[in-house]
């Protein structure tokens, strides 16, 4: 199970890299081996701003599709286009080309509520 130490992660499973005031935002190695083969990415949400924890698109795989929650508020200012040719780089490289959305952060403050790499293993049983 790959965690890496330099990012922040969220409950629902979904990892934050913060650099000034974009948050690059994608589901975690635990998220994506317990989603399965993920066939679509869907993201509608491009230019619109929402609260932390509002559903900003979904994820599907050959057997559920899940909802993803928006760790951060703020504008969501690109979307990978990528996963829409190859959704499965969620599978191969979750935390590089997998990545899904970039944030324009809205509340600075909130970052300091995303877990560590250590709070995120205790989380998952890692």
């Known amino acids: 199970m790959n965690i890496p130490s330099d990012l922040q992660y969220t409950k629902d499973h979904e990892w934050v890299k913060v650099e000034g005031d974009i948050a690059t935002v994608g589901v975690t190695d635990f998220a994506q081996s317990e989603l399965g083969d ?8 491009v230019d619109e701003t929402l609260d932390r924890d509002e559903v900003f698109g979904s994820v599907e795989a050959v057997k559920t599709v899940s909802d993803l929650f928006l760790p951060l508020s703020g504008e969501i200012v690109e979307f990978n286009e990528a996963l829409e040719d190859e959704p499965e780089k969620v ?5 590089g080309d997998g990545w899904m959305v970039k944030i324009k952060i809205g509340n600075a403050a909130e970052v300091e509520d995303l877990l560590s790499d250590a709070d995120y293993k205790g989380l998952i049983g890692a």
């Open 38 to 45: 993920i066939v679509y990415v869907e993201v509608e949400t």
């Open 91 to 95: 599978n191969t490289d979750p935390y």
